[in-house]
Structures are given as C-alpha cells and as structure tokens.
C-alpha cells in the first residue's frame, strides 16, 4: 500500500529542493520528465511500485494542490529553494492576500518586509484560513499579516499566481503589511 502523503512529501522534496539528487532535467517552470522521477523513484525499495497513475492519486488526494502533471511533466507550483529561479506567471493579485507567521518573527518583518528567506519567492494566502495553517507550521499562535496587495500592486510589486490558494512575491515592503484587526 503506497503512503502518499509521505510520497508526496518525497516529491515536493526532490522538485523544490533537491532536483539533482535524483537526477532531474528540470526547465524553467519547474517542470521535470514523468519518467525521470519515476526512474529515480523506483531505486529505492519502498517506491519501486509507484505509477504515473500512482502518482495522479497522490495529488487528487492531496488537500493542497503542491504539483501538476501536464504533457507527461510534473512540476510543484511552489516552494523552491534551488539556485536557479523558477518562472512563475505574473497576475494581478485579489485586493488583499494574508500571510500566517511566528510571533517572534514579527520585528524583523516590521523592519525589512517579508523576504523569501530560504525560498525563492515570498508566499502568500488568500484566504485567512490558510494564512493560520501555514503560520501554525511556525508557531503555535501565529500571526496573520494583511497585505494590501491592491495597493503593492499599483505601486509596481509584482505578484505570481502558485494555485488557488497561494500567490507569490520577490518581497512585500513593510508599508504594504498590516498585523491587526484579523
Ligand atoms: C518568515 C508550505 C524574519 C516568514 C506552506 C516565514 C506555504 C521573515 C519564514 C509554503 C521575514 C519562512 C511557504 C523577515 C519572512 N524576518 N522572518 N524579514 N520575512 N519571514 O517555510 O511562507 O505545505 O520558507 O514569515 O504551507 O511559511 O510545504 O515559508 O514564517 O504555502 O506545500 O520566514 O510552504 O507549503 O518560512 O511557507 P517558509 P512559509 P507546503
């Protein structure tokens, strides 16, 4: 039986993070051959059944939309942390978008803005909701930012469309970010 939620986690590894390690030829949006991750699936023992079909499931089943197939390619719409910079496509954002993060995370963003830190854009939520479960990863009250993105848009901050749920940014200046009435 395929666990895969831990395939998945797998994946999302070997796609943002780590392509070489699995001998990935990846393009400029991320995208790497179906058969090249399978190849490099199946040398180890626990994935050495894993499909194409196996992994359709793992992302119908997945709560989030992390990765795409399409023309035989797969991809993670984000996270990446690796050198060479992913292109993502530019779009207008919604008027607001949220971002969830730790409490002692607070001054530094107050002073320099959210910054990619260890990944290769800043990533936002557009909803509430998710803003939380993603600053739970960090803290166990996080904070939600508001950030007027109408507003970082008009002033020529460009925004990136990851999926439904997540848009991305190089940075949000501070100016943009509000921390209370959430
Ligand atoms: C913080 C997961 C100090 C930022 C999630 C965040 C998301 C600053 C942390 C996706 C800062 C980076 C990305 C500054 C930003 N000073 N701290 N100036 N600017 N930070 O994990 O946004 O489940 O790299 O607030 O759900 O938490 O894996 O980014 O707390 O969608 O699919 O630096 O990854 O998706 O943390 O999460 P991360 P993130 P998956």
């Avoid at 023992?45 to 089943?61: G, R, T, Y």
């Avoid at 992913?86 to 779009?91: F, G, L, M, N, R």
């Avoid at 997540?166 to 209370?180: C, F, G, N, Q, T």
């Amino acid at each position: 039986m395929i666990n895969y939620t831990e395939l998945s986690k797998e994946i999302s590894y070997a796609l943002r993070h780590a392509p070489w390690e699995y001998e990935l030829e990846m393009d400029e949006e991320g995208y790497v051959p179906v058969e090249q991750l399978l190849d490099a699936l199946h040398k180890e023992e626990k994935w050495s059944n894993v499909s194409e079909n196996d992994l359709v499931i793992m992302i119908q089943k997945s709560e989030k939309k992390r990765h795409e197939i399409f023309n035989g390619k797969i991809k993670a719409h984000y996270g990446h942390s690796i050198p060479m910079k992913i292109a993502k496509e530019e779009k207008v954002p919604p008027e607001v978008l949220y971002h969830g993060t730790a409490r002692r995370f607070l001054n530094s963003i107050k002073e320099k803005g959210l910054l990619p830190k260890g990944r290769q854009y800043v990533h936002l939520s557009q909803d509430v909701e998710t803003a939380h479960s993603v600053g739970m990863r960090h803290d166990r009250k996080p904070c939600i930012l508001k950030i007027d993105a109408k507003l970082a848009w008009e002033d020529g901050i460009i925004f990136y469309y990851g999926n439904e749920k997540v848009w991305l940014a190089d940075e949000i200046p501070s100016k943009y970010i509000m921390v209370d009435d959430i």
